[in-house]
Antibody, heavy 125, light 110 residues
Framework: EVQLVESGGEVVQPGESVRLSCAAS????????MNWVRQAPGKGLEWVSY????????YYADSVKGRFTVSRDNAKSSLYLQMSSLRDEDTAVYYC??????????????????WGQGTVVTVSS | QSALTQSPSASGSPGQSVTISCIGT?????????VSWYQQHPGKAPKLMIY???KRPSGVPDRFSGSRSGNTASLTVSGLQAEDEADYYC??????????FGGGTKLTVL
């Protein structure tokens, strides 16, 4: 079964750091780029970061640039998000998401068909 | 990069059709064929319903269809069913390697 499982979410104070993990199984993780998407309580979805299959291309939303770092370990089929200088507005459910692939094409930057269950990060003093 | 604009709510009776709009700009919806739509039930992860403006992933009922006119993308749900009641989000690839989402539309089946 194709599966993504996030972990690492916790309650932290503003200015602190958290590292999220996303464990992949059931597919060839090293062949796929990956994304992080978050959802604040009662709010919509917000794209956070993208990393290519070999880590050669990395992009961030302006709202997290300079504070968050995405990485991956293909040998461990794992994706990570190091979050630092956390703010109240970073409170959200964080999802890792795999792009949809069909007919030899993968929509790496635009369409995600496999999502984890999400992990909750709460930033509060 | 600003979020795409969606109406907060939409509704329809079982069997009817409803269309949800997603307004972007010439830097996202209007410039790239990479508009997607997601369905999200409460407490669940999003589910991909439409990609590349009009295409359906395998397993998505053909009651769901996507279209675009200029900077506005639309999702139409035909033959509404009770299980279609959910939040729907559009997204688009955007300039400078960004991906933007809409604020979401809550679809109520009356």
């Amino acid at each position: 079964e194709v599966q993504l499982v996030e972990s690492g979410g916790e309650v932290v104070q503003p200015g602190e750091s958290v590292r999220l993990s996303c464990a992949a199984s059931g597919f060839s993780f090293s062949s796929y780029s990956m994304n992080w998407v978050r959802q604040a309580p009662g709010k919509g979805l917000e794209w956070v970061s993208y990393i290519s299959s070999g880590s050669g291309s990395i992009y961030y939303a302006d709202s997290v640039k300079g504070r968050f770092t995405v990485s991956r370990d293909n040998a461990k089929s794992s994706l990570y998000l190091q979050m630092s200088s956390l703010r109240d507005e970073d409170t959200a459910v964080y999802y890792c998401a795999r792009p949809y692939c069909s007919g030899g094409s993968c929509y790496s930057r635009s369409a995600f068909d496999i999502w984890g269950q999400g992990t909750v990060v709460t930033v509060s003093s | 990069q600003s979020a795409l604009t969606q109406s907060p709510s939409a509704s329809g009776s079982p069997g009817q059709s409803v269309t949800i709009s997603c307004i972007g700009t010439s830097s996202d919806v209007g410039d790239y064929n990479y508009v997607s739509w997601y369905q999200q039930h409460p407490g669940k992860a999003p589910k991909l319903m439409i990609y590349e403006v009009t295409k359906r992933p395998s397993g998505v009922p053909d009651r769901f269809s996507g279209s675009r006119s200029g900077n506005t993308a639309s999702l139409t749900v035909s033959g509404l069913q009770a299980e279609d009641e959910a939040d729907y989000y559009c997204s688009s690839y955007a300039d400078s390697n960004n991906l933007v989402f809409g604020g979401g539309t809550k679809l109520t089946v009356l």
